[in-house]
């Protein structure tokens, strides 16, 4: 199956996803799972490690500044569904502004990230990765503080891990996610938007809601 980014973005509005079985195959193939994996975003756990880590670690936090280098380091590892059509295709909707990244630097050096696919106010994450502790865990609690900051109502995250449950992602049925994507779709959200999140901020506003 070869996919255009517009036949990738109606996927992701009927609410299945493209993956290949390894980085060198070239097919690919579309999942709808009967259980979909969701952050609720009023309900990320920040534990006191975490809060800790990410008040005195140092590390700085970005927006699209590398989406190449955060998909790439998604990639870097021995099992992944991420093949060269897949990277080609989300680089096509990053051009689109369809595709973002977020990513953790320590001074010049890219430690961890994740991105994902914007449509209305939903967020399809895609995949993170973490060259250091908790670089990912950082990652994913500045997404989720700049999607409630502006205006995402659905945070996807495809599939529920012991790593995401541990800091409150759930799982629905297959309906319940129709519903509620159907709802995010009708809304707008500007992942983009200029924000100020410093550590303290973003710890405070999540765990005021957790």
């Known amino acids: ?52 880590r990410i008040r005195t670690c140092g590390y700085t936090v970005s927006i699209d500044q590398d989406f190449v280098g955060v998909v790439d380091g998604c990639a870097d590892r021995a099992d992944t569904w991420i093949n060269p059509e897949l990277r080609r295709l989300y680089q096509d909707l990053h051009r689109a502004d369809r595709a973002h990244s977020l990513e953790v630097w320590d001074g010049p050096s890219l430690i961890g990230g994740v991105y994902g696919v914007v449509l209305g106010s939903a967020f399809f994450g895609e995949s993170m990765f973490s060259r250091r502790t908790d670089a990912s865990k950082i990652a994913l609690a500045y997404l989720v503080d700049r999607l409630r900051q502006t205006g995402f109502t659905l945070f996807d995250t495809q599939f529920l891990t012991a790593h995401l449950a541990s ?44």
């Open 1 to 52: 199956m070869s996919l255009s980014p517009e036949l990738l973005l109606h996927g992701y509005s009927i609410g299945i996803f493209p993956m290949a079985e390894h980085r060198d195959d070239l097919e690919l193939f579309w999942v709808d799972p009967k259980f979909r994996g969701i952050f609720p975003l009023d309900g990320f756990h920040i534990s006191r490690s975490l809060a800790r």
């Open 167 to 210: 800091m409150g992602a759930i799982e629905i049925r297959r309906a319940a996610y129709h519903g509620e994507l159907r709802q995010a779709l009708e809304l707008s959200a500007d992942f983009t938007a200029d924000l100020k999140q410093t550590p303290q901020g973003v710890i405070q506003r999540i765990t005021q809601t957790s």
